[in-house]
């Protein structure tokens, strides 16, 4: 019953900045770790980050060059990335479950729910 929404994709060069917004409706993530994964076509998904009220998370692919946050008045967590290259060009979800993203959070099987995803195309 809960569903994800994410905004903020699109078309850009290599070198841009783009804010990935992943809002729910029916639910709140206050209690939840909610992480970031992309997927390109024929790849495998792939976690990117992760927040939770114990820490945050990033894969080395990305680390300082993204940043994850959390809005707790609007419930929205958004993906700031910065210095983006065309190897992350992917498909991109945001998805929740109940715990702790020191807890295995790239494993995307723990995950309940995924947003529908949204397309970063970065180009050279």
């Known amino acids: 019953q809960v569903q994800l929404v994410e905004s903020g994709g699109g078309s850009v060069q290599a070198g841009d900045s783009l804010r990935l917004s992943c809002a729910p409706s029916?639910?709140?993530?206050?209690?939840?770790?909610v992480g970031w994964f992309r997927q390109a076509p024929g790849k495998e998904r792939e976690g990117v980050s992760c927040i939770s009220d114990l820490d945050e998370y990033y894969a080395d692919s990305v680390k300082g060059r993204f940043l994850i946050s959390k809005n707790r008045v609007k419930s929205t967590v958004y993906l700031h990335m910065t210095s983006l290259k065309p190897e992350d060009t992917a498909t991109y979800y945001c998805?929740?479950?109940?715990?702790?993203?020191?807890?295995?959070?790239?494993?995307?099987?723990?995950?309940?729910?995924w947003g529908q995803g949204i397309q970063v195309t970065v180009s050279s």
């Open positions: 029916g639910r709140r993530f206050s209690r939840y770790a």
């Open positions: 998805g929740f479950y109940d715990g702790s993203c020191a807890t295995n959070w790239y494993g995307f099987w723990k995950y309940d729910n």
